[in-house]
Antibody
Framework: QVQLVQSGAEVKKPGASVKVSCKTSGYTFTDYYMNWVRQAPGQGLEWVGW????????NYAQKFQGRVTMTRDTSISTAYMEVSRLRSDDTAVYYC?????????????WGQGTLVTVSS | DIQMTQSPSTLSASVGDRVTITCRAS??????LAWYQQTPGKAPKLLIY???SLESGVPSRFGGSGSGTEFTLTISSLQPDDFATYYC?????????FGGGTKVEIK
């Protein structure tokens, strides 16, 4: 069965960076785009971007351009998202979210989420 | 960016009720709309894609309709598992954007 297992919760200071991993299994990693979606506490969903696991080419929401880097390691079927210059409003649960057969832009498999807390 | 506006933000209903949630896009997105259900502490779950196509395994009491700028999610007979927050998402253009959510509460 398809599984996306994310790295554990992180606490970071403002200005620091965080790198979240998403290890996948149960499907061919290079066949499906990987989205990253975040959710601030008590808030809605926000798309951060996606990565084409075949080419490694990313597509970031303009809001995150210059602060987010998405990469992947096909040898271990793992996607990564790094956020730099963290601010308090980056505190959120970050989900990796696999694109579906219908469209890479809709998700039918999600990781369990990684809580990133930014606090001085 | 395309803005997605859901209404209502909160809805109180009883088991067995028919429930309708509306999602409006700030510009036409054709039929490129998905609906998700999220319960507290869990990741969202895909219910509907392309405005009206039911995801495999999703009960048939869930239905979606609409095109252009106005869409609806209908639950024909609310069940205990359906008390959750529902989000619409457009995938017509980047950045992908979500509605603010509709929380369905027990009346």
């Amino acid at each position: 069965q398809v599984q996306l297992v994310q790295s554990g919760a992180e606490v970071k200071k403002p200005g620091a960076s965080v790198k979240v991993s998403c290890k996948t299994s149960g499907y061919t990693f290079t066949d499906y785009y990987m989205n990253w979606v975040r959710q601030a506490p008590g808030q809605g969903l926000e798309w951060v971007g996606w990565i084409n696991p075949n080419s490694g080419g990313p597509n970031y929401a303009q809001k995150f351009q210059g602060r987010v880097t998405m990469t992947r390691d096909t040898s271990i079927s793992t996607a990564y998202m790094e956020v730099s210059r963290l601010r308090s409003d980056d505190t959120a649960v970050y989900y990796c979210a696999r694109g579906s057969l219908y469209s890479s832009s809709i998700v039918n498999y999600w990781g369990q989420g990684t809580l990133v807390t930014v606090s001085s | 960016d395309i803005q997605m506006t859901q209404s209502p933000s909160t809805l109180s209903a009883s088991v067995g009720d028919r429930v309708t949630i509306t999602c409006r896009a700030s510009q036409s997105i054709s039929g490129w709309l998905a609906w998700y259900q999220q319960t507290p502490g869990k990741a969202p779950k895909l219910l509907i894609y392309k405005a009206s196509s039911l995801e495999s395994g999703v009960p048939s009491r869930f239905g979606g309709s609409g095109s252009g700028t106005e869409f609806t999610l209908t639950i024909s007979s609310l069940q205990p598992d359906d008390f959750a927050t529902y989000y619409c998402q457009q995938y017509n253009s980047f950045p992908l954007t979500f509605g603010g959510g509709t929380k369905v509460e027990i009346k």
